[in-house]
C-alpha cells in the first residue's frame, strides 16, 4: 500500500515524470549493471553468488563516484549491462512511466517483463511509451502481489515508497524460483540533505524551530534495509551510490521533487514567496548554489538453487 498523498502525487506528474527524473534515470542505468553483473558469468548462465559478505568483499565490486557502465558494479562479460538472450521471466514492481521497462527490455533480449504500478496514470504513459509484445503492464500494488514465479524481480527508485518493507521482501522471495534474485534501487534518508539544511537553517534564523525537514530525511537507513533483506534472503547485499545535480533556482529543484516525488518537502507543505527566498537565501550562503544530493541504495537478493531461466 503506498501513501495515498504519494499516488496523487505521482499521477498528476506522469507525464511530467521522466522530464524531471534525473536521479532515477542514473540509478536505473546503476541498478541494471547491478542485476547483470549479479547474472553472470556463471557457467550454467545463473546468479553469480560470492558469499554473504557485503561488497566490495565479494564479487559485486563498488567504487563509487560516477554512474555505470564507467565504473562501480563490474559484469564480466564487459557488456555494461549484457544482451542476454535467455528466457528470463522479469517482475517489475514500481513500473512507473516504464523508464527503467525499456532499458530491461533491451539488455535482456529473450525476456518477459511484467510492469506493475498502483498509478493507472502512470501505466499509461508506459503503454504509450513501448510498443514490445514481450511487455505486460497491470495495475496493481506492488506490495499485495501474491501469486507468480519469476527469475527476477527487479524495480528502480519505487521501493521507498512501499509501507511495509520487511512484508514486502519477504512476499518478493516467495514470488522467486530457485536461484532467483531480486534487485532494487532505494532512495536513502539523506538525500535532499542540502535542501534539509537550507529549511532548517531558515526556521532557526527566524528564531523558530518546527523540527521543519525534508520528508526524505524519514526513508530507511541502509541498517534498516540490510536487516529487512538478511530476514527475507539467506544472501544479500547493499552498495550504495551519489548522485549530484545543480538546479538554477529553488523554485526549480521544487518543480523537479513535484513531478518525481522524491520528497523534498513535508506532506501538505506550502512555500510562499518570503519563505522561498528565505530558505533560496540560506542555501546558497551553505551551497553556493541551488546543490542537491540523491542517495541511493542498491540492493539484492539471491533464493538459492538452479540457474535462474
Known amino acids: 500500500m503506498v501513501d ?6 505521482f499521477s498528476a506528474g506522469a507525464t511530467r515524470y521522466e522530464a524531471h ?8 542505468v546503476d ?11 556463471a557457467p550454467d548462465g545463473g546468479i553469480v553468488d560470492t558469499g554473504g559478505e557485503p561488497a566490495p568483499k565479494r564479487g559485486i565490486v563498488d567504487t563509487g563516484g560516477e554512474p555505470a557502465p564507467n565504473r562501480g558494479i563490474v559484469d564480466a562479460s564487459g557488456e555494461p549491462a549484457p544482451k542476454r538472450g ?3 521471466k522479469i517482475l ?10 525499456r532499458m530491461l527490455l533491451d539488455a535482456f533480449r529473450g525476456a518477459s517483463v511484467l510492469g506493475v504500478d498502483i498509478s493507472e496514470a502512470m501505466v499509461r504513459v508506459a503503454k504509450r511509451g513501448i510498443d514490445d509484445p514481450r511487455a505486460r503492464f497491470a495495475v496493481a500494488d506492488a506490495e499485495e502481489i501474491a501469486t507468480g514465479s519469476y527469475d527476477i524481480v527487479t524495480s528502480n527508485a519505487a521501493f521507498q515508497w512501499f509501507l511495509f518493507l520487511p512484508r514486502t521482501l519477504a512476499r518478493m522471495a516467495s514470488l522467486l524460483a530457485g536461484g532467483g534474485l531480486l534487485t532494487f534501487s532505494f532512495f536513502g534518508p539523506e538525500t535532499y540533505a542540502e535542501l534539509d539544511a537550507a529549511l532548517r537553517a531558515s526556521v532557526l534564523r527566524r528564531g523558530a524551530n518546527d523540527g521543519a525537514r525534508v520528508a526524505a530525511a524519514a526513508f530507511h537507513s541502509r541498517e534498516e ?15 550504495e551510490r551519489r548522485y549530484r545535480q545543480e538546479f538554477p533556482t529553488l523554485a526549480d529543484l521544487l518543480r523537479s521533487i513535484r513531478y518525481t516525488g522524491t520528497r523534498g518537502g513535508r506532506a501538505g507543505e506550502s512555500w510562499s514567496p518570503g519563505k522561498l527566498a528565505r530558505v533560496e537565501e540560506a542555501y546558497r550562503e551553505r551551497e553556493g548554489g541551488i546543490k542537491a544530493t540523491y542517495q541511493v541504495f542498491l540492493c539484492r537478493g539471491v533464493i538459492p538453487g538452479g540457474g535462474t531461466g
Open 4 to 9: 495515498p498523498a504519494v499516488l496523487r502525487r
Open 21 to 28: 527524473a534525473h536521479a532515477q534515470r542514473l540509478s536505473a
Open 86 to 88: 535467455r528466457a528470463f
Open 31 to 41: 541498478l541494471l549493471a547491478y542485476t547483470g553483473a549479479s547474472l553472470g558469468p
Open 225 to 239: 534495509i540490510s536487516d529487512a533483506l538478511s530476514a527475507a534472503f539467506p544472501r544479500w547485499d547493499v552498495a
Open 92 to 101: 517489475e514492481p514500481g513500473c512507473g512511466t516504464g523508464l527503467y521497462t
